[in-house]
T-cell receptor
């Protein structure tokens, strides 16, 4: 049973466009939702994260929208650039005690055409 | 910038050999993790540790073992490598007195090929 479902599997966007990647989760105990960016041959890098007590978080061109009732969250990349071409992973975890383990989505390969 | 190191970056080894993948972090994080990732695919947690002498198996069953004798060091060992172990292995860490336990920082990974 996949606890975090991510879509689409791949996405092609023109330079300057908006990239949108969606994730849905099942476990209501999750309380931390990060997005990671991974370039080929590199480890994932933490991009932006949100807690369920807010509906939106923005950092530069990257925005997370969070819908607690629908158990969904999404990453929006504004003014997408060729340098944004990478694989993006959403994840979720629950804290407290001995938790904090991350459950990842399957990833989205983003290609931004110049 | 996260200071977490993995060696070797690439390893090609024959079946039956014993291997140890090294992971070290200089951030004082108390929590460390090992993930397995096939190219372009999702990450699967195979081991984690919440402190010295604490190790647990992750969500994906693995024939590898880990140890945590020092806070900064979390090596992974395969006693007898098989072609099915071919994958990328990623180490991560979080927490400590200055960091958030939620924010995991990843090393560059070790790409293992077993022939």
């Amino acid at each position: 049973q996949q606890q975090v479902k991510q879509s689409p599997q791949s996405l092609i966007v023109q330079k300057g466009g908006i990239s949108i990647i969606n994730c849905a989760y099942e476990n209501t105990a999750f309380d931390y939702f990060p997005w990671y960016q991974q370039f080929p041959g590199k480890g994932p890098a933490l991009l932006i994260a949100i807690r369920p007590d807010v509906s939106e978080k923005k950092e530069g061109r990257f925005t997370i929208s969070f819908n607690k009732s629908a158990k969904q969250f999404s990453l929006h990349i504004m003014d997408s650039q060729p340098g944004d071409s990478a694989t993006y992973f959403c994840a979720a975890s629950k804290g407290g005690g001995s938790n904090y383990k991350l459950t990842f989505g399957k990833g989205t390969l983003l290609t931004v055409n110049p | 910038e996260a200071d977490i190191y993995q060696t070797p970056r690439y390893l090609v080894i024959g079946t039956g050999k014993k291997i140890t993948l090294e992971c070290s972090q200089t951030m004082g994080h108390d929590k460390m993790y090992w993930y397995q990732q096939d190219p372009g695919m999702e990450l699967h947690l195979i081991h984690y540790s919440y402190g010295v002498n604490s190790t647990e198996k992750g969500d994906l069953s693995s024939e590898s073992t880990v140890s945590r004798i020092r806070t900064e060091h979390f090596p992974l060992t395969l006693e007898s490598a098989r072609p099915s172990h071919t994958s990328q292995y990623l180490c991560a860490s979080s927490g400590g007195s200055l960091g958030s336990s939620y924010e995991q920082y990843f090393g560059p990974g070790t790409r293992l090929t077993v022939t």
